[in-house]
């Protein structure tokens, strides 16, 4: 390496450290983890849309579908934020124990209050009624949940175990990416339509109800 391109390298060094230190500091440290959050949000929704694409199950790009995952991206980056900083002020140990405990709660607490913030996120943004995020909740977040106890216990463990506290979030979203696609995926796929019967299904279907309904006919008695 030649000495300019050696000097180049340690400026971008120097400034990429500089960048580090303000970025990952206490006092920009939540602005830091909002823009992961939201990036990521977003990175996860346009990666599921490219699949369906590629699929042919929608036609284009939809840009306020991204957009609003990136909010929805915003508001549960704030929960991650101060979630995580409560966890580790009050349990600031990284004995097993503690780790274990700390794994429960996040799976037990927060998982299903970060779903619930997500849904009540996207209702607003689409709009819908109180009973439509409701009704949602109940067909997906369920799904989300189950999803969620397959990945989480074992990305916390290490997340508690051996990540710094200020990287708790970087890594949260960093693992929660291929989740970001699922969710993408759960929260905008589509009911299937009733299946529609056969012509001669539906006849046998109503020559039945038919017979079953025709009123029986007694024969005339005999004077």
């Known amino acids: 390496m030649s000495m300019r391109n050696r000097e180049r390298w340690q ?7 500089r960048w580090h230190n303000i970025a990952f500091s206490k006092k920009f440290l939540l602005f830091t983890n909002l823009g992961i959050s939201i990036s990521l949000s977003m990175l996860g929704d346009t990666m599921e849309q490219s699949y369906e694409r590629f699929t042919g199950q ?6 306020t579908r991204t957009l609003r995952m990136g909010i929805s991206g ?9 979630w995580y900083q409560w966890l ?46 409701k009704e949602e909740i109940k067909d ?34 960093t693992v929660s990416l291929g989740y970001d696609v699922y969710t993408s995926r759960v929260k905008y ?21 038919r017979n079953q309904t025709k009123p029986r006919q007694y024969p005339k008695k005999k004077m």
């Open 11 to 17: 400026k971008v060094q120097m400034i990429l450290s």
């Open 58 to 63: 929608i036609e284009g790009w939809d840009r």
């Open 74 to 82: 915003f508001t549960v980056g704030i929960v991650c934020h101060y």
């Open 88 to 133: 580790d002020y009050y349990y600031p140990k990284r004995t097993l124990k503690t780790v274990v405990h700390k794994i429960l709660l996040d799976q037990f607490i927060c998982s299903p209050f970060y779903i619930g913030v997500f849904f009540l996120t996207m209702g607003l943004l689409e709009d819908n009624t109180w009973e439509e995020v």
């Open 140 to 173: 997906k977040a369920l799904i989300l949940y189950k999803a969620e106890w397959t990945v989480w216990p074992v990305a916390q463990l290490i997340n508690f175990f051996f990540i710094s506290p200020k990287y708790r979030v970087l890594y949260d979203n």
């Open 189 to 209: 796929k589509k009911k299937e339509p009733p299946k529609m019967l056969s012509n001669s299904t539906a006849l046998k279907i109503y020559k039945a109800h």
